[in-house]
């Protein structure tokens, strides 16, 4: 079997969808509309409810390109629901086509829970 770039690219989504429970880590992987400069869709894991959950950016911080703590784009500051999923592999099929279907780029971003305590 040849190399696949669109098997690749999925498993590479896959694996970015994770929970770590001891770190209590998780990784989210936004798909970004470049020309727009904001976050279009969101995607991590849901502990409390053991899905995968895909939202759709519906309004958006300012932004200014330049900015000292720029990361190139408007983080989505509120959204809706475009999908639920069981399996990491299911969310990675969506999140691909969806980048394929909006001309959409990947940001990646490690969460850690905060500590409550103190």
């Not at 470049?34 to 899905?51: H, K, T």
């Not at 911080?61 to 990491?88: C, K």
């Not at 969310?91 to 980048?99: H, N, Q």
């Amino acid at each position: 079997m040849g190399f696949n770039l669109e098997d690749f690219a999925r498993r590479l989504i896959a694996e970015t969808l994770f929970y770590d429970e001891e770190y209590e880590a998780l990784g989210n992987l936004s798909l970004v509309d470049v020309e727009g400069a904001r976050e279009r869709f969101v995607a991590s894991y849901s502990p409390e409810d053991g899905i995968f959950v895909i939202e759709e950016g519906t309004d958006w911080e300012e932004y200014e390109p330049g900015d000292a703590d720029d990361i190139g784009y408007a983080l989505a500051v509120d959204s809706t629901e475009h999908g639920t999923y069981e399996s990491p592999e299911e969310a990675a099929e969506a999140l691909l086509e969806l980048a394929k279907a909006h001309n959409l780029a990947p940001s990646i971003t490690l969460l850690f829970e905060e500590d409550d305590a103190g």
